[in-house]
Nanobody, 114 residues
Framework: QVQLVESGGGLVQPGGSLRLSCAASGFIFRIYTMGWYRQAPGKQRELVAG???????NYADSVKGRFTIARDNAKNTVDLQMNSLKPEDTAVYYC????????WGQGTQVTVSS
């Protein structure tokens, strides 16, 4: 079955950095646009970054210039490098396909706080 396993979250101070990783299995990873999503308490899940099968990225305005998404189709992984983190980035971060969705993984908690 499809599995999505996120890792790399943690507690960081504003201005700090984290690198999130997502390991995917159970589907033909290389043909799907992949995305990183986040959900803060009391808010809907939102797409913050996506990357096409060919490696073209897109970002939500809120993270442009700060986050970088990348994928390795040979390893079935998609990473999110997060720099210049802000408290508003605090959320549980998830990876998934964009469009039709696999089952969500557990996500990884990112907390940005002084």
């Amino acid at each position: 079955q499809v599995q999505l396993v996120e890792s790399g979250g943690g507690l960081v101070q504003p201005g700090g950095s984290l690198r999130l990783s997502c390991a995917a299995s159970g589907f033909i990873f290389r043909i799907y646009t992949m995305g990183w999503y986040r959900q803060a308490p009391g808010k809907q899940r939102e797409l913050v970054a996506g990357i096409t099968s060919g490696g073209s990225p897109n970002y939500a305005d809120s993270v442009k210039g700060r986050f970088t998404i990348a994928r390795d189709n040979a390893k079935n992984t998609v990473d999110l490098q997060m720099n210049s983190l802000k408290p508003e980035d605090t959320a549980v971060y998830y990876c998934n396909t964009v469009g039709i969705k696999a089952s969500w993984g557990q996500g990884t908690q990112v907390t940005v706080s002084s």
